[in-house]
């Protein structure tokens, strides 16, 4: 398959947890890689491989995979944590790598 | 201090070529994958392309396949993005980022580093 699926749009309350998922038949086989982007910024990378976190990045960010569906998830979510997320990985073939369509976290 | 720093922005005429780069450094930039990818206005991030600069093997989405080339100089540390004739539709902004994973046979996802963007609008 050549697609990952987000959703378009999440909302959080302050403080509160939120789950931002996406979907691919090659994620069955491949971890997801998850971008923070904000306006005007080059995208920054909050979780890669199994469950993993640059450095600099908060702990509040976690990431989970179950079948062919990953997700990032923000524990305690933050005003600056208001972004746009992307996910990425290889798709079914692993030659090729996949982009996400993005989902815009807003925190209300 | 791992960087990646792209060239200006560009504007261009439809039909004429462009080439931008990308300058990696603190580095082996001989030793990691360097990815293109396009986002357009108020859209999301597209993958284009990945060259290793090693042995230059490269490739590309098949949506941009045919559509640009990517190329690298490891001699001066760059990575290239070019087009023989631009279209209005080009018009977006372009990231390079390296791979995190070291090595030819890396088959991970994850871009660790990106460069600041190079904006290319195409007008007539």
């Known amino acids: 398959s050549s697609e990952l699926t987000q959703d378009p749009a999440v909302s959080v309350a302050l403080g509160q947890t939120v789950r931002i998922t996406c979907q691919g038949d090659?994620?069955?086989?491949?971890?997801a890689s998850w971008y923070q982007q904000k306006p005007g910024q080059a995208p920054v990378l909050v979780i890669y491989?199994?469950?993993n976190r640059p450095s600099g990045i908060p702990d509040r960010f976690s990431g989970s995979s179950s079948g062919n569906t990953a997700s990032l998830t923000i524990t305690g979510a933050q005003a600056e944590d208001e972004a746009d997320y992307y996910c990425n990985s290889r798709d079914s073939s692993g030659n090729h790598l996949l982009f996400g369509g993005g989902t815009k976290l807003t925190v209300l | 201090e791992v960087q990646l720093v792209q060239s200006g922005a560009e504007v261009k005429k439809p039909g004429e070529s462009l080439k931008i780069s990308c300058k990696g450094s603190?580095?082996?930039?001989?030793?990691?994958?360097i990815g293109w990818v396009r986002q357009m206005p108020g859209k999301g991030l597209e993958w284009m392309g990945i060259i290793y600069p090693g042995d230059s093997d490269t490739r590309y989405s098949p949506s941009f396949q045919g559509q640009v080339t990517i190329s690298a100089d490891k001699s001066i540390s760059t990575a290239y993005l070019q087009w023989s004739s631009l279209k209005a539709s080009d018009t977006a902004m372009y990231y390079c980022a390296r791979l995190a994973e070291a090595g030819a046979a890396a088959g991970t996802s994850d871009f660790d580093y990106w460069g600041q963007g190079t904006l290319v609008t195409v007008s007539s």
């Open positions: 603190g580095y082996s930039f001989t030793s990691y994958w």
């Open positions: 491989g199994k469950n």
């Open positions: 090659s994620l069955r086989s491949y971890y």
